[in-house]
């Protein structure tokens, strides 16, 4: 299982190519907002970058918040995304600590499935894929 | 958005209302220049005055824009306040695709509004605020208010002017994002008459993805292109600044007010200098994987207790070259200092550097005193060049108020006109020959973009008239149609027309993909037609004398050649 990390986004230029990349493939459509990262200023374009992108919680809060199932707990961290059982109540945006899942106009939701479709149209290496080590249940265990 | 036709939002400032227009035209004025073009003609004044308030500025983006790299222009277009004729300036930033994403082709402001104001812009708003207490502002100053009461950060552009617009300078810019402008020929002041201190565009619509297959395989194409071959190197390692040495090794640098073409000194300002002195990072402007755009930084020590402050100004060839060689400054940091000011005053830093540089010889000629210039300008001193620069941007005086209007408009007053550094406007860096002298001087926008005179110069050393001309025209007529689209110039050797055609034709235009040729000579012709119905003639273009007293590496100037 692995996670989108961006351990080098000090080098980010701000040419949004994760973002437009994210909305084109993963979700198939022409936007800089219904990605799963997002890049703005940190306080001016003098200062740099932050890009916003699920950072892989376990337990995830917004997975506790959805009242339908639409979000549910990902092995590793981060959410399944069943976009079918959303009924765009927006209460995953609001249990997010880090403004992490976008709600468009029209309601449905956006957020980050680690897929790392991204990570190849980053000029500047800024992102990566993590493996994450899951541990062992009692189960496997014995 | 893929349309059929154009949708522009007309904001009209003396009402305080705005009106979503669709106009028919894709197929023949494509967007970007032709568009703009097309607008100027339906709500452009061509026989009255540009500071008329019912004259439009318009923003203009192409059927691309937003769909491939490095599509990433605005195309801004007005009478300008230099010439009192039609003209265009295009600058990247997050402008393009903040209107994309605002769900418009075109913005078209008109009218002015009571007090000064800024308009604010997105797919479902529009709002025009009151910001009386900005007046006389900066451009930084400014910039950081607005940051925090507008909304969108991150995917919204800002455009403001700083106290040169205000003041009605014909070299006053209008400020993209901090690091990109909307430069020459004096835009920043066509605002300035509407009271619109700023334009705020935040880019919050959606579109639907492109089902053709082959579109996701072409963007990946022309990315790997544009990132992963040497085709763009030149643009995201030293910069446009790496030009500084070439042209200074063959002659074709201009030094001193153009009074040289080539110093020894400029390996204390190459493009080699700047990287390891004083480059801090890259930017890039939204939807260019690129990352052209060098950030330099400047530190100052303004208390002998090891106080300082700390600058950050974004450079390029044009401004080391109007700022440090054409005015003898061959210092980084004293380069970076007088565009930092260039910057906040929202001056043009090429015609602002040009006109300072024409400032000094007049001063070394005994044609102005200190009664005018206020400060001694000597070539070389910095300090002297900063004081300037903010009165020139201030418009603190009689003289600076002239000058602010043109080189040539002060050398009419003063004395100089033959060594003021004009060609249609204050010239570019490119002291390469003849075919660029003429070809800035008629260009469409007297810009060393609007052909590749200077590269042809630097290829030829004959003197085929018939062939210069051929070129010109065959090359303009293919950047009309990049600056339709709109692309970057600096992609002009990815998108070529094959390619340019393939990205039409996978997004859903295959009528433009089939007649690019003809487009392009459509929108030439359309951009030169809006041009000379305000009042263009090419009988009065006329070149200095100093430029035919330029020694380059082909050696002397020939007048002969150059007036043919």
Redesign the interface.
Same mark, same amino acid.
Request: glycine share 14%; proline share 6%.
């Given at each position: 299982m692995k996670k989108l990390i961006a351990p080098r986004i000090d080098r980010c230029?701000?040419?949004? @190519?994760c973002s437009?990349t994210c909305?084109?493939?993963v $979700?198939?459509?022409?936007?800089? &907002?219904?990605a799963g990262i997002?890049?703005? @200023?940190s306080g001016?374009?003098?200062t740099?970058?932050q890009a916003n992108y699920c950072l892989a919680c376990d337990p995830a809060p917004c997975a506790a918040a959805c009242p339908t199932g639409a979000f549910s707990q990902r092995k590793g961290g981060g959410v399944i995304v069943k976009k079918k059982l959303c009924i765009h109540c927006g209460d995953c945006v609001t249990a997010c600590p880090i403004d992490a899942v976008f709600q &468009?106009?029209y309601g449905p939701v956006y957020v980050c499935i680690h897929c790392g479709r991204c990570v190849d149209?980053c000029? $500047?290496d800024c992102l990566e894929m993590e493996e994450v080590k899951i541990p062992a249940t009692t189960e496997e265990i014995s | 958005m893929i349309r059929n036709h154009f949708r522009i939002l007309v904001v009209n400032l003396s009402s305080g209302k705005g009106q979503i227009v669709q106009l028919d035209g894709r197929n023949s004025e494509a967007g970007g220049s032709g568009l703009a073009a097309l607008l100027f003609n339906k709500y452009g004044l061509p026989e009255h005055p540009w500071n008329d308030t019912r004259q439009p500025i318009i923003f203009a983006i192409g059927p691309l824009t937003? #769909?491939f790299?490095l599509m990433s222009k605005t195309v801004c277009s007005f009478k300008s306040p230099y010439h009192d004729q039609y003209t265009e300036s295009h600058a990247g930033g997050r402008s393009a695709?903040s209107l994309f +994403?605002a769900n418009l082709d075109a913005l078209v402001i008109t009218g002015k509004a009571k007090q000064l104001c800024y308009v604010s812009v997105s797919s479902?708003s529009l709002d025009i605020k009151n910001v009386s207490f900005m007046k006389g502002m900066t451009v930084d100053e400014s910039?950081?208010i607005l %940051?925090n009461i507008s909304k969108g950060?991150?995917?919204r552009t800002t455009l403001r002017i700083g106290p040169a617009g205000e003041n009605g300078s014909a070299m006053a810019n209008i400020n993209v994002?901090?690091?990109r402008h909307f430069g020459r020929l004096g835009g920043g002041a066509v605002l300035g008459v509407k009271n619109c201190k700023a334009i705020l565009i935040h880019?919050?619509?959606? +579109?639907?993805?492109?089902e053709n297959k082959e579109y *996701?395989k072409l +963007?990946e194409k022309v #990315?790997q292109q544009v990132?992963a071959t040497d085709m763009m190197k030149k643009y995201h390692n030293l910069g446009t600044p790496a030009n500084l040495q070439g042209l200074n090794d063959i002659k074709s640098l201009p030094w001193r007010n153009l009074q040289a073409t080539s110093d020894p000194a400029i390996g204390a300002i190459n493009g080699e200098r700047f990287a390891k002195d004083n480059l801090l %990072? *890259?930017?890039?402007?939204?939807?260019?994987?690129?990352?052209c755009?060098h950030?330099g930084y400047v530190r100052e020590m303004f208390d002998a207790n090891h106080r300082y402050i700390f600058k950050?100004v974004s450079y390029d060839y044009e401004m080391i070259f109007s700022l440090g060689t054409m005015l003898g400054v061959t210092e980084t940091h004293a380069v970076l200092s007088i565009l930092d000011l260039m910057e906040k005053t929202g001056l043009d830093a090429m015609s602002g550097g040009v006109a300072l540089a024409w400032a000094t010889e007049a001063t070394e000629k005994g044609l102005i005193s200190e009664q005018e210039s206020k400060v001694k300008l000597s070539f070389g001193d910095s300090e002297a060049y900063q004081l300037a620069t903010k009165m020139l941007g201030n418009g603190a005086n009689d003289f600076y108020r002239l000058l602010g209007q043109g080189t040539l408009r002060a050398a009419a007053e003063y004395g100089g006109i033959d060594f003021a550094c004009v060609l249609g406007q204050e010239m570019a860096g490119y002291a390469t020959g003849e075919v660029f002298f003429a070809a800035q001087s008629l260009g469409f926008r007297h810009s060393h973009l609007d052909t590749g005179a200077y590269t042809y110069d630097q290829k030829h050393s004959d003197q085929d008239i018939e062939g210069a001309v051929d070129f010109l025209i065959s090359d303009e007529a293919g950047r009309a149609v990049m600056t339709s689209m709109v692309s970057c110039l600096f992609a002009r050797g990815v998108y070529k027309e094959e390619l340019l055609a393939d990205c039409l034709h996978s997004i859903g235009y295959p009528e433009l993909a089939a007649g690019l040729d003809p487009l392009g000579k459509h929108i030439q012709k359309l951009r030169w037609q809006t041009r000379i119905a305000t009042g263009f003639t090419p009988e009065g273009t006329t070149i200095p004398k100093r430029f035919f007293k330029v020694k380059t590496w082909k050696g002397a100037i020939d007048s002969e050649y150059l007036n043919s």
């Open positions: 230029i701000g040419c949004h @190519s437009l909305a084109r493939l $979700h198939k459509q022409i936007s800089w &907002d219904t997002r890049i703005k @200023s001016g374009l003098t740099g970058f &468009d106009h149209f000029p $500047h | 937003g #769909y790299p695709l +994403f479902r910039g950081k %940051r950060s991150g995917h994002d901090t690091y880019g919050d619509a959606i +579109f639907p993805g492109i *996701n +963007f #990315y990132t %990072r *890259n930017s890039a402007c939204s939807g260019c994987p690129v990352g755009i950030v950050q």
